[in-house]
């Protein structure tokens, strides 16, 4: 190839990349613009967009990633979602259909990635909503959420574990109701909008908020700030957070995203008799504990021995790409393979997107079984 | 015009009294060196054009679309939530322009600056507005201002205009913190 025309080529597919990127309602994938330069007789030399034409934009989308404190993984999502531009987002498997049970003793819902609806008695809970197609601008997600937020009647606890913009998405905190408390770590205030919330509450590590019978504590957990680049350097351990809510007896873990930690998991087990534990398995390795900031199935399932939970729902899986899995749902087989090689099998609540699972309890009124 | 652009610096650090307390040394040492990155600009003002580069800072940001347990006052350093939800700021600006010819003129501008968000609470794109005075070569003039900014109000494209003799200047423009 002449160098002309390869200095052509990227030109025009940083071009490409810029307009159909910024472009999120674009439906086809292709600028109509760029369809008029894309010909082959123009550019024979044009390969998969994984290798020549997506390079400068991956370079300068390194850039910014690096500027911001993220690592690899980052970008390759974020390359992964360029790469769809233009494919529709999967529908969920299932779509829970009624939010909002009659008093169950205790119901749970995965929304997708770290959504989690857990409902115990009257009160109803939603950790780290997200139900917009993008993230951050640029990352897609593979598999839409598995509920429509127009339906859900009431939210008393709104939590969110971290600044990144996975867990706390603009967007779909104003798709909830607004009839509850938003729950945020420490650090956050500064970043969150007046959203309406009737209750906006800062927690700093192990500190507790008590509304009409319910505790919820905010327990540290092993992950990194940041939200819009430098602020990462003087953020430090503030912006991150795990939860623990109790309410009618029922105790229930929220890992937020994490990586592990040998003793940090231990200390809160020894505070809180936890029921359920709601944790990330990706991205993270599927053969150790993970890396400092995630865990991967075996990390999750280690945490969940050093909580002491009785069970374990899994999430931050499936919903988009999370760099170390080679398909979407590696991290989900692994965790199944690895939790019956521990015999912890009948201790995992596996749901899918959009599944909701009710939970019988014991005579105790504590959970005592999957249904 | 001095007695102008003093008093927007007293302005500053007035309202850093009553704006966040989060402030610390270190915060200020990361900050700082990000804002001596250059904006970028093209002018256009007859019979000249040529290419410039900009340096701004926020004396005082009013925000009216953040949480109501922090103080809506901010100064120099604002988190880009402040900005992007809804604000006004002023901000004063050094401005290096060239030209074709290779001469060089120094500028100084002070801008009452509003953002209006459009999507995701701004976060995506917001509407800004605003008017401005520059004093160049020894001469002041008002200039409008309309744009818009993207990316977690990082980045900012501006158009600038003024009267007397006409002059256009396209700003792409960085702003982290």
Redesign the interface.
């Known amino acids: 190839m002449n160098r002309l025309a390869s200095t052509r080529w990227h030109v025009v597919s940083l071009l490409r990349c810029f307009v159909v990127t910024?472009n999120s309602s674009a439906s086809s994938g292709e600028s109509v613009c760029f369809d008029c330069l894309s010909s082959e007789d123009r550019f024979p030399q044009r390969q998969s967009r994984n290798d020549t034409s997506f390079f400068l934009f991956r370079w300068l989308v390194v850039s910014l990633l690096l500027l911001n404190g993220c690592g690899g993984y980052i970008q390759r999502m974020v390359t992964r979602s360029l790469e769809r531009i233009g494919e529709p987002v999967e529908s969920a498997p299932m779509m829970i259909s009624t939010p909002v049970l009659d008093n169950p003793p205790l119901a749970i819902s995965w929304v997708g990635h770290a959504t989690v609806l857990v409902q115990i008695r009257d009160k109803v809970f939603i950790t780290d909503p997200l139900f917009?197609d993008y993230i951050?601008?640029v990352v897609k997600r593979y598999v839409g959420p598995g509920l429509d937020p127009s339906l859900l009647p009431r939210i008393d606890f709104t939590l969110i574990s971290h600044i990144h913009m996975d867990h706390f998405s603009?967007?779909s905190l104003?798709m909830l109701p607004k009839n509850g408390t938003l729950v945020i770590p420490q650090g956050l205030?500064?970043?969150?909008?007046?959203?309406g919330f009737r209750g906006?509450k800062?927690l700093k590590p192990w500190e507790s908020i008590e509304e009409d019978g319910v505790r919820v504590t905010a327990v540290p957990v092993q992950h990194f700030s940041g939200?819009?680049?430098?602020?990462n350097?003087?953020l430090g351990q503030k912006g991150y957070t795990g939860y623990v809510f109790e309410y009618a007896g029922t105790t229930v873990f929220v890992g937020g995203d994490t990586g592990y930690h040998p003793e940090l998991f231990k200390e809160i087990g020894r505070r809180f008799p936890i029921d359920v534990a709601l944790l990330p398995i990706a991205p993270g390795s599927l053969t150790n504990l993970g890396g400092r900031v995630h865990v991967g199935p075996l990390g999750a399932l280690t945490i969940m021995q050093d909580l002491g939970a009785a069970y374990m729902v899994p999430m931050h899986h499936r919903t988009m790409f999370y760099g170390s899995d080679s398909n979407p749902t590696q991290a989900i087989e692994s965790l199944r393979s690895l939790a019956a090689q521990m015999g912890l099998s009948d201790r995992i609540i596996d749901l899918d997107i959009g599944e909701q699972r009710v939970l019988r309890l014991n005579s105790e009124g504590l959970p005592a079984g999957l249904p | 015009m001095k007695k102008f652009f003093l008093s927007l610096v007293l302005a500053g650090f007035v309202s850093q009294a009553a704006a966040q307390t989060e402030t610390s040394e270190e915060r200020f040492g990361v900050w700082f060196p990000f804002q001596l990155l250059p904006n970028l600009s093209l002018y256009s003002s007859s019979p000249l054009s040529g290419f410039g580069f900009e340096w701004e800072f926020t004396p005082v940001l009013y925000t009216f679309g953040m949480n109501k347990q922090i103080s809506p006052w901010y100064a120099f350093i604002v988190e880009p939530t402040a900005r992007f939800t809804g604000s006004i700021e002023l901000v004063v600006a050094g401005q290096l322009f060239t030209t074709k010819m290779g001469r060089s003129y120094f500028a100084a501008s002070g801008h009452l600056m509003g953002t209006i968000p459009l999507v995701e609470r701004g976060e995506h794109l917001t509407l800004n507005l605003g008017i401005g005075a520059y004093r160049i070569a020894d001469q002041t003039r008002i200039f409008k201002v309309a744009g818009i900014s993207t990316l977690f109000g990082m980045v900012h494209f501006n158009l600038k205009h003024g009267e007397n003799p006409t002059t256009w200047i396209i700003s792409l423009e960085f702003r982290i913190f």
């Open positions: 910024f917009t951050g601008m603009f967007g104003d205030l500064r970043y969150t909008p007046d959203f906006l800062e939200r819009y680049g430098i602020d350097a003087w």
